[in-house]
C-alpha cells in the first residue's frame, strides 16, 4: 500500500535525511562509500543500472549499527581499532528490520580481512570484497587528506582485502577519476543521478518506512515500543471512527514517523532521569520541526500535517504552532489523543506511569477543557479497554523481530571474538 504514499527515489532520500539527523559526517560517509563502491562495481561491468542502484543503497546502511554501538563523533576509533560492535549490530537491524536480509551478511563481515573471508560460502562476498575495500578508501582518503595514495592498499592484497577487487580499484581510478571526484565534491551530481534508478517494490517501501520507526530505537529503545503502541492504537481508533481505508494509512505513516525528529537529539536529553529545565524543554520541542523538514516533499503533505500535529491541542495550547481545532481534523486528533494515552502509560525516569484511571480522567479532563477533539476522545473512552487490548496484543506482535535483534547482540558477539 505504500506505493502511492512515497516514490522510490523519495524514499532513499528519506532514510538519507534519516541517517542526516542523528550524525552529518557519518552520513557523508556512508554516502561516499556508496559512490565508490557503485563505480567499482561499474567499472567491473556485469551490473544493471537498476543492480548498482540497490546495492548503492546496501552501502548506505553499511554503518547503520555504529549510530547504535558507538560513539558516532569517533569514527577513525570504531572503524578501525574495534569494528565489531557496530558490524554485529548493523548486520542484525538490516536481518530483522529492513528489506536487505538476504545481503545483511555483508555488514557482518565489512571489516573482516580477506584471509578469514576468502573461502566464504556466500552469494554476495564478491560484493561484500568491494565494499570493504570502499570503506578503507574513505576512510584513508579522510584520515591521510593530501598524502592519501590509494595504491598503498596493494600492500595488504591477499592479506586484509581481496587482490582481484584491489586491482579493480585501480581499474576504477583510471576510468573514473573517483578520488579527484570525492575530492572536489563533483560526484554528488553523479551520485544523485544513479539513484534515479533505485526502483523498489510495495513492500520494499513499507518495510523501509517501518525501518526508518526503529532507526528512533538506536537512540532509545523506549521510543520504538512507545510508536510501535500509538501506531497500533492510532489503528484501532481510526477504525471505531470508521475511517476509510485511505485516512487510516495516512495516520498509520504520519504515526510510524512522527518522532523521527528526535534522531537529532542528543540521548542524554531523551533519557534524562529528571525534569527537564526551559531549555531542554524547548530543545526537545524542535523535534516537530526536524521531522517536517525530513519528510517535505518526500511523503504527502496530509500525512507530514497530521504527523507536524501530535503535539498540538485542539484549544490552541500545544507545539510547536498552537493550532487551534478548527485547523486540524480528526487524523490530527486520532494521533494526539493516541500519542499522548500512549505515552502517560509508560512509566519515565522522572514519573511513575499512570494508572488507568488517570488516563480515563485526563481524557475527559481534555474533552471538557477542549483540549481534545470531544468526538474522537469521547470514542476512545467508550472503547478504551477494547482499544488498548487489541493494540497491545498487536504491538506485542510486530516488537517480536525488534526484540530477536537485541537478544541475538551478545550471542552473534561472542561467536566472533
Ligand atoms: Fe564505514
Ligand atoms: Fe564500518
Ligand atoms: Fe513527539
Request: net charge negative.
Amino acid at each position: 500500500m505504500a506505493v502511492e504514499y512515497i516514490t522510490s527515489r523519495n524514499m532513499v532520500n528519506l532514510i538519507q535525511e534519516t541517517l542526516r539527523l542523528i550524525n552529518k559526517p557519518m552520513e557523508q560517509h556512508c554516502i561516499r562509500v556508496s559512490y565508490i563502491m557503485s563505480k567499482m562495481l561499474e567499472t567491473r561491468g556485469s551490473y544493471e543500472k537498476y543492480e548498482l542502484a540497490d546495492w548503492m543503497v546496501l552501502a548506505m546502511l553499511h554503518d547503520v549499527g555504529a549510530f547504535k554501538t558507538d560513539d558516532v563523533r569517533m569514527q577513525l576509533t570504531f572503524e578501525t581499532k574495534n569494528p565489531l560492535p557496530h558490524s554485529v549490530y548493523g548486520y542484525l537491524f538490516l536481518k530483522y528490520l529492513s528489506p536487505l536480509e538476504e545481503q545483511s551478511k555483508m555488514i557482518l563481515y565489512h571489516h573482516m580481512d580477506y584471509s578469514k573471508t576468502k573461502d566464504m560460502d556466500y552469494r554476495y562476498r564478491y560484493e561484500m570484497e568491494v565494499l570493504k575495500v570502499a570503506e578503507i578508501m574513505d576512510i584513508w582518503q579522510r584520515a591521510f587528506k593530501e598524502k592519501f595514495d590509494y595504491t598503498l592498499i596493494n600492500k595488504y592484497a591477499g592479506t586484509k582485502f581481496d587482490p582481484e577487487v584491489c586491482s579493480l580499484l585501480a581499474d576504477t581510478v583510471e576510468e573514473h577519476d573517483i578520488f579527484t571526484k570525492l575530492n572536489d565534491l563533483s560526484y554528488k551530481q553523479e551520485y544523485d543521478d544513479s539513484l534515479e534508478y533505485v526502483l523498489l517494490s510495495d513492500d520494499e517501501k513499507e518495510k523501509y518506512l517501518k525501518m526508518l520507526m526503529y532507526c528512533t530505537g538506536l537512540k532509545d529503545e523506549q521510543m520504538v515500543s512507545e510508536t510501535v503502541a500509538t501506531v497500533y492504537v492510532c489503528r484501532e481508533l481510526g477504525r471505531k471512527l470508521k475511517l476509510s481505508e485511505y485516512d487510516k494509512n495516512e495516520v498509520y505513516y504520519a504515526a510510524l514517523l512522527h518522532d523521527i525528529g528526535m534522531l537529532a537529539l542528543p540521548t542524554e536529553l531523551l533519557q534524562a532521569p529528571r525534569n527537564l529545565n526551559d531549555e531542554e524543554k524547548n530543545l526537545i520541542k524542535t523535534h516537530v520541526e526536524l521531522m517536517e523538514k525530513t519528510l517535505e516533499n518526500k511523503l504527502s503533505k496530509e500525512i507530514i500535517k497530521v504527523a507536524a500535529a501530535h503535539h498540538e491541542r485542539f484549544d490552541g495550547s500545544g507545539y510547536p504552532r498552537g493550532l487551534k481545532g478548527s485547523r486540524m481534523g480528526s487524523k490530527e486528533a486520532i494521533l494526539q489523543i493516541s500519542e499522548q494515552v500512549v505515552n502517560t502509560m509508560e512509566p519515565k525516569p522522572y514519573r511513575a506511569a499512570r494508572t488507568r484511571q488517570e488516563i480515563i480522567d485526563d481524557l475527559n479532563n481534555g474533552i471538557i477543557s477542549g483540549k481534545y477533539d470531544a468526538i474522537v476522545a469521547d470514542t476512545f473512552l467508550k472503547n478504551y479497554d477494547e482499544i488498548m487490548d487489541k493494540a497491545a496484543q498487536k504491538a506485542e506482535t510486530a516488537l517480536v523481530t525488534h526484540q530477536k535483534l537485541l537478544r541475538n547482540y551478545n550471542q552473534v558477539y561472542k561467536s566472533l571474538v
